[in-house]
């Protein structure tokens, strides 16, 4: 089975640079798209990489940001999750602000299936040593959304997204086989559709 979780192999460098960008979009709620309108490069780029994590809350892969000038950023903590209806995925467990999100929000299925749907209604933790609820129904919903054969200067590709309901917050990713998240936008969405955000490209 080819691994398409955000990992770092042998053959790559041992963090991701992705070039960064201001983007306005508009968000297609049947497909799940986030179809980009306009984007404007950003000086620097974002490094990510990931090391092991783990916390009496959650084990995962921390995927630790460093920030254009050298500091070290915040990290987001990704791991398995499993849906309702019995799906296997790479999910975020634990957010920037180091929220405990579970179930996990949903990244990419074990095995991706174009078209394939779940929900997920979260609880909201304040860390991982403290179980104090936050949210105790955050609502979002994951699509696969396509496979490519190439995606920009990536091979066997899966673009999916994610919709929370509960921030109004859209998502969409592309995952390399062997490589892992090599482009990913998102942003809050309007009652318009419209969509405000950020975009982070692997560049290689």
Known sequence: MINYFPQIQDNFPTAIQYRVFDITGVWLPNTFELAILIQVRQPGDIAI???PYSSPAFIG???RWQSPVGTLGRSLKNGAGISNDGKYYVGEGVNEDDFVIYPPEALITIEPVVGETFEGHSRVFASPTDNTVIHTNFHWQYKTIQHFDTWGHH???W????WE???NHVYN???AGGVGMVDFWHGTLNENGQ???SRFYFFP
């Open 173 to 175: 990713y592309v995952f």
């Open 159 to 162: 673009r999916t997204g994610l």
């Open 61 to 63: 892969t921390a995927m």
């Open 165 to 167: 309901y509960s921030s």
């Open 49 to 51: 990489s990931p090391e």
């Open 155 to 157: 091979f066997d590709c």
């Open 195 to 197: 969509v405000v955000g």
